[in-house]
């Protein structure tokens, strides 16, 4: 750089300071240069300079306001007891704004095509969910509200109002599966189970319609508890008190026979003890996600896990006689006979180009070759739970026994339309279809090992 030059912009730079802070005598302002660049140059160099002289009172008013902040903080002068509500108009806002969030960000939910919102089923399952997990706050059809749950801020509304009619299914599960923040309304327990939101969905859309009588049955179908209307608790023979207790918790959904009341959950009779005891432990731990079960697993002590897969593994006969009300359906009579077809093949064959190994290998065995007493019996079940595990197997971890790796990797390759077809024929076949191999696999000779 010119010496000269760099000599002239230090120069420069002290007659501005001198001018700003009242000192400069103006002689220097003929400097090098023509006056238009020089006025130019000059701006930011004046800027810097005010802001040195305003540093000062700025940090002055600075600290002032937080130390007001802190003190207003300190003596709290806001009452903010839930016993007086809230300040006028502020309950307002914040439920209008939860409601345009929800009516927002639903935009982009999306129902999986295999959930039918007017599945009776699914409904019950709602019902039976809703009793546990939400009635304690919003009440029930019949059933008001506890005053105390009444003085929350803000109260969680009756769900029978006009209001919760007027949300849409995708702003309904959009609240259930978030919850709202700063309320007591909290978000979905499950972990990449967002399927089994709209079961509670389902239910929320028939709830003006249902009368008390009837949620009763629903929530909790043949062991209807007195106290609601019903007949009194009916006694599981030959269980201890605390366990019969329980078991007629798990009958308001898995029923009292252990066939899953209809699709509404699960078939567990049959299930071998293993399965069974690994499953409840993954849904206590965590480690199989389920905002249904677990909550209900969680609190269930090792001795009790034990006691209840001994109870369901021990009723396989029961699950035979009410399978025999519906019999197993040739692939012919059910009205996509070539998509059960297709589930057929692929249950006994795989699909190699897609690295899909044959279902029925480990599920069903084959001659003497048996399924491990740790895989699950799934001939039977119902197609939604089928097709809602598959796809939780092929898409995102969902989690499970420590065997769930086998079933994950067995589901990379499965399009959309095999997981329908695999779906549609498992669900058509009886469940019985494999009673009796796993025993013989139990009692039978090392040699009968699964190939998996
Ligand atoms: C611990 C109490 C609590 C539980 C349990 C609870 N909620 Fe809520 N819920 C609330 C509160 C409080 C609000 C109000 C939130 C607001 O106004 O922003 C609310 C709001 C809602 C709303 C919006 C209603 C409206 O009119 O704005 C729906 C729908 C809802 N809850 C459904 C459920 C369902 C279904 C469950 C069970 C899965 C459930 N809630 C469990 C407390 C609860
Ligand atoms: C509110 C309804 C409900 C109640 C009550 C309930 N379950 Fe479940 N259960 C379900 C649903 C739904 C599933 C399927 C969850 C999933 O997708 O993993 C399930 C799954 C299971 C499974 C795994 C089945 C399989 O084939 O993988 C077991 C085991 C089980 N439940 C046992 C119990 C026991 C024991 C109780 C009582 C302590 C009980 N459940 C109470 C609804 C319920
Ligand atoms: C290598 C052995 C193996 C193969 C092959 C296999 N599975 Fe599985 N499957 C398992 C195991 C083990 C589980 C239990 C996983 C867990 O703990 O969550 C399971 C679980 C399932 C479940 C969930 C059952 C329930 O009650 O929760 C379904 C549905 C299922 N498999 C369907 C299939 C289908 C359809 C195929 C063929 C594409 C298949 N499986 C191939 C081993 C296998």
């Known amino acids: 750089m010119d010496p000269a030059y760099a000599n002239g912009e230090t120069r420069r730079a002290d007659a501005v300071l001198r001018d700003v802070a009242g000192g400069g005598n103006g002689r220097d302002r003929g400097l090098p240069g023509d006056a238009q660049m020089k006025a130019s140059e000059d701006k930011p160099r004046r800027n810097r300079a005010v802001f040195r002289l305003l540093r000062l009172p700025l940090g002055v008013i600075a600290a002032m306001a937080i130390l007001g902040v802190v003190l207003v903080y300190l003596a709290a002068p ?33 129902k999986p095509d295999y959930v039918d919102l007017s599945n009776p089923a699914l409904v019950r399952l709602g019902a039976g969910y809703y009793e546990t997990g939400c009635a304690a706050c919003h009440g029930a059809p019949g059933r008001e509200r506890n005053p105390l749950v009444r003085l929350m801020e803000p109260a969680p509304p009756s769900l029978a109002s006009e209001e919760v009619a007027n949300f849409s299914d995708k702003e309904l599960y959009w609240i259930v599966w978030n919850g709202v923040r700063y309320t007591a309304m909290p978000g979905w327990t499950g972990d990449n189970r967002q399927d089994e939101v709209w079961a509670i969905v389902a239910f929320m859309r028939e709830y003006g319609a249902i009368a008390p009588r009837d949620y009763v049955r629903l929530a909790y179908g043949e062991v209807q508890p007195k106290g609601l209307g019903g007949g009194g608790a009916m006694s599981f023979g030959g269980l201890d008190d605390r366990l019969d207790k329980t078991v007629q918790d798990c009958a308001r959904c898995h029923g009292r026979d252990g066939m899953g009341r209809d699709g ?6 049959g299930q071998t003890h293993e399965y069974l005891a690994a499953t409840l432990d993954g849904y206590a731990s965590g480690k199989r996600a389920s905002g249904i079960m677990q909550p209900i697993a969680a609190p269930l002590s090792g001795d009790e896990v034990e006691r209840l897969a001994a109870h369901y593994a021990d009723l396989p006969s029961r699950a035979v006689a009410s399978e025999a009300q519906a019999p197993a359906r040739a692939a012919a009579d059910v009205p996509d006979g070539a998509l059960v077809a297709l589930g057929q093949r692929i249950a006994a064959e795989g699909d190699p180009d897609r690295f899909v190994p044959p279902c029925g290998a480990c599920h069903e065995g084959s001659g003497a070759v048996r399924p491990r007493a740790e895989y699950p019996r799934i001939a039977g079940q119902d197609s939604r739970f089928i097709e809602a595990w598959l796809r939780l197997y092929r898409d995102g971890p969902a989690g499970g026994t420590d065997f769930a790796e086998v079933m994950h990797v067995s589901a990379q390759g499965l399009t959309d339309r095999q997981i329908k077809a695999l779906a549609a024929w498992y669900s058509s076949r009886p469940y019985d279809a494999q009673a009796g191999a796993v025993e013989q696999a139990r009692s039978g000779d090392a040699a009968a090992a699964p190939p998996y």
């Open 78 to 110: 806001l009452n903010i007891a839930a016993r007086i509500g809230p300040y006028p108009g502020v309950a307002w806002v914040l439920h209008t704004y939860m409601k345009q969030w929800a009516r927002n960000w639903s935009y982009w939910v999306e």
């Open 264 to 269: 509404t959950a699960p078939k567990l009779a």
